[in-house]
């Protein structure tokens, strides 16, 4: 017997922007909803101050990890959350907390190109979307105006049919004196569109520029997942935290009846709903549904197909650091100009296409260990620490990657993580598209820097931009797809996924504006069902 | 080789000046006393933690070191085995060796004559001032300071401290008015 048991028309599992932007749809349409969200509640003060405690310098240390509900930690000392089994390694770094990973995210929000969601038809490469761009279009509008994404509408963008709802944020100082060197090269330069206030928007101040919207925007400025959480609750969402889902349970006719979540004190909750929605992010999501494999579902849940924690794809890209000749005052948002000039051609028929952004941020930490280590000392060691810092410009590059078949997690039922549940293995590898694109980021790399008269000090990579993709993918066929065109399984006629898992393909742009616009439109296709009790005439069917 | 300006005549004097007199550091307290203003006594006995002060000031070239940051240091250094002796045989050797006259060289000059373990301690508490984290290969790895670290000190008015400072919205967009 179950100590507490929920009920609501929906049940989501996880609170980050897919989970949360649904909710907030659905309890505008006066839906009952409740969610189940593994991690505790947060305090963005409190997150703050742990990241100038903590001596690590990765993007999560200042989050909690807890027993109950354990996240990956990127740091080689710790206990790896992934058995990183193939022969390259992603590093995918996630948050299980109220609001899930867009705490720590860096609020790029970009759209996806109409030629990204039809890789295969026009460049032969890839998995198509099962449908077209201009049928995101409208959701794209509505999530920009939800999470408050400032924007330049001069910019060459993807076909819009709105303005962006905030204006662009202005350029660095950086910026302005490389965009001129670069722009003789032919390299073109925009805006990357953000969802970080340009001005004071949806009650959040304007941007302060701390420069450290990832790990965290100490000033709320960047939208977070848990603008929608909170504006959730005032609608009547329910929201459960600390309470981890374990299980999906499934009915005779193969709907799902309820699913199964335990409490940090070791207490069950049953939840109960017309339909679930399956939001725990592009890992956590496939993992459940391989974790709930029973008698009738042998191979995991909605996974006739075969194709559950597989077909994973990321963004993996180049870090490029270099030394200016003369200062450029690295400071502000994360980035505020970015490069799509080797983002399309038909090159992308035989290697991957890539952006890059030029970023604010002086790597102070870097440059004074560096110094120490080649035995620099007081006194000159501050104004050389100071000369380094103020001339030093990073550069990274997002690049495509193809869905591959073998890339992908598996459940080891033999170990446990420390909520008790089956470690992944998780398999990743880069193909000849991929290392193709690396060595044009390279070669563009080495060229910018000769074109700036800078020092190249490193390029570095490749790294994976946290972007687990693919591994429940959308389409048409039951054979090789896991959900329909409106994110819903084909093989659990109540059961929707949405997030980062769901996408057949994400060219090179960041994926959680179109997370957004997905989780809005399968809502929408939610309350149309439940409204039309289709989802009651399936089970009994 | 390189001269620094911070002698044995410039310390007393700047000791004096803050009124530390001889009690000063024989306690905790004078360091809240005085602001935080660290400055070395030069006698003979003097205390561990005031040693620690002193040789941090003598090693970083800042003499106004921050006295909870020197208090953290201090209790995480005299936590390794041969920090004490490091401690006290590189306070003496640079202490013994300023003069009015000489200045102090760099760690890395024979003048010294540091044992390798003083070498080595040297630049391992040089480099944790500046970091303000802790690495030794046989402890675990910590923050100790943050704000307070000295890279903060050489990039200040050009680069806000991450998570705590900011510099207003736009203010990105032209370079920093640097204060001489
Ligand atoms: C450092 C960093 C920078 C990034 N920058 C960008 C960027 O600039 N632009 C961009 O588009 N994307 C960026 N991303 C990616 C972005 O953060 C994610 O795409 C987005 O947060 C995913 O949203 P989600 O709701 O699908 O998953 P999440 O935000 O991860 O939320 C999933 C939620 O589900 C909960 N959950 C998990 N398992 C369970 C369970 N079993 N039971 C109950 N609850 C569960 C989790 O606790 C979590 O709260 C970045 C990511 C990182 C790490």
Redesign the interface.
């Known amino acids: 017997m179950s100590d507490t048991v929920v009920e609501a028309d929906v049940i989501i599992i996880g609170s980050g922007v897919a989970g949360a932007m649904a909710a907030y749809t659905l309890a505008n349409k006066g839906v009952k909803v409740a969610i189940l969200e593994a991690g505790p509640r947060i305090d963005r003060a409190a997150i703050?101050k742990k990241?100038?405690?903590?001596?690590k310098f990765d993007f999560s240390s200042g989050y909690p990890n807890e027993d109950w509900a354990p996240r990956p930690d990127w740091d080689p000392?710790e206990k790896p959350y992934f058995d990183h089994i193939g022969p390259a390694q992603a590093n995918v770094e996630y948050l299980r907390n109220v609001g899930g990973t867009t705490w720590h995210w860096s609020g790029f929000a970009i759209r996806l190109h109409p030629e990204d969601m039809k890789i295969k038809s026009t460049y032969g490469v890839g998995i198509d979307w099962p449908f077209d761009y201009a049928e995101l279009e409208p959701y794209y509008s509505e999530a920009e105006k939800e999470m408050g994404v400032s924007g330049d509408d001069k910019d060459p963008h993807p076909p819009r049919s709105k303005p962006f709802p905030l204006p662009p944020i202005?350029?660095?100082?950086s910026d302005?004196i490389i965009a001129p060197k670069l722009e003789k090269m032919g390299i073109k330069f925009s805006t990357p569109p953000a969802a970080r206030n340009s001005r004071a928007y949806d009650g959040r101040s304007?941007?302060?520029?701390?420069?450290?919207c990832s790990p965290?925007c100490?000033?709320g400025a960047q939208y977070a997942a848990v603008v929608h959480v909170n504006k959730s609750e005032k609608l009547g969402v329910r929201v459960l935290e600390n309470t981890r889902v374990d299980r999906i349970i499934t009915d005779a006719s193969g709907k799902i009846s309820e699913v199964h979540a335990k409490r940090p004190d070791g207490t069950d909750v049953t939840a109960r709903g017309r339909i679930f929605l399956l939001a725990a992010n592009g890992i956590e999501s496939p993992r459940l549904l391989l974790m709930s494999a029973n008698e009738t579902y042998s191979k995991g849940l909605a996974n006739s197909s075969g194709r559950v924690g597989r077909y994973f794809f990321e963004h993996p890209g180049l870090v490029c650091r270099m030394v200016m000749p003369a200062?450029v005052?690295?400071?502000?948002?994360e980035a505020?100009m970015s490069s799509d000039n080797f983002r399309n051609g038909d090159f992308r028929r035989t290697r991957a296409g890539f952006t890059f952004s030029i970023h604010?941020f002086?790597h102070?930490?870097e440059a004074?260990?560096d110094l120490?280590e080649k035995?620099a000392?007081?006194?000159?060691?501050?104004?050389a620490?100071?000369d380094r810092?103020?001339r030093m410009i990073d550069m990274s590059s997002h690049m495509e990657q193809l869905p591959s078949e073998k890339n992908g997690i598996t459940l080891d039922w033999t170990r446990r993580d420390r909520a008790g549940q089956p470690v992944m293995k998780h398999y990743y590898s880069f193909s000849d598209y991929e290392n193709a694109g690396f060595e044009a980021a390279k070669e563009t790399f080495r060229h910018i820097t000769k074109a700036l008269d800078a020092e190249l000090l490193s390029i570095q990579g490749p790294v994976t931009e946290h972007h687990p993709l693919g591994m429940a993918m959308m389409g048409k066929d039951k054979k090789t797809s896991v959900v329909d065109p409106h994110c819903r399984s084909h093989d659990h006629p109540n059961l929707f996924i949405v997030g980062t898992a769901v996408f057949p393909s994400c060219g090179m742009s960041r994926p959680t504006l179109t997370i957004a616009a997905l989780a809005i439109r399968t809502a929408e296709e939610i309350a149309r069902q439940l409204k039309k009790k289709r989802i009651n005439r399936i089970s009994t069917d | 080789m390189?001269k620094?300006?911070i002698t044995r005549r410039k310390l007393m004097k700047t000791l004096l000046a803050l009124g530390a007199g001889s009690v000063f550091f024989s306690t905790l307290s004078p360091f809240a006393r005085d602001g935080g203003k660290v400055w070395a006594f030069l006698g003979d006995s003097t205390p561990s933690l005031e040693t620690f002060a002193a040789l941090s000031s003598l090693?970083?070239?800042?003499d106004d070191l921050d006295a909870d940051s020197i208090a953290r240091m201090y209790k995480v250094f005299m936590d390794e085995p041969w920090a004490p002796e490091h401690i006290e045989g590189l306070h003496k050797k640079i202490i013994g060796a300023l003069s009015d006259e000489k200045k102090r060289p760099?760690?890395?000059d024979p003048v010294w004559k540091f044992t390798d373990g003083e070498s080595w301690f040297a630049?391992h508490l040089?480099?944790t001032w500046?970091?303000g984290?802790?690495y030794h290969e046989e402890r675990p790895?910590?923050?100790i300071l943050?704000?307070n670290a000295?890279?903060?000190?050489?990039?200040k008015g050009?680069?806000?401290i991450?998570?705590?400072?900011?510099?207003?919205?736009?203010?990105?967009?032209?370079?920093?008015e640097i204060k001489k």
Request: net charge positive; with cysteine; aromatic share 12%.
């Open positions: 703050v990241f100038t405690q903590s001596h000392a202005p350029r660095s100082y302005k304007q941007c302060m520029g701390f420069g450290t965290i100490p000033s200062p005052y690295p400071r502000g948002p505020t604010n002086a102070h930490f004074t260990s120490l035995g000392e007081p006194p000159s060691l501050d104004s620490i100071r810092v103020v | 390189q620094i300006g090693i970083t070239l800042h760099s760690l890395k630049g040089l480099t500046y970091l984290i802790y790895t910590q923050r943050y704000e000295l890279q903060f000190r050489a990039i050009v680069m806000p991450p998570y705590l400072e900011n510099v207003g919205y736009g203010a990105w967009t032209s370079p920093p």
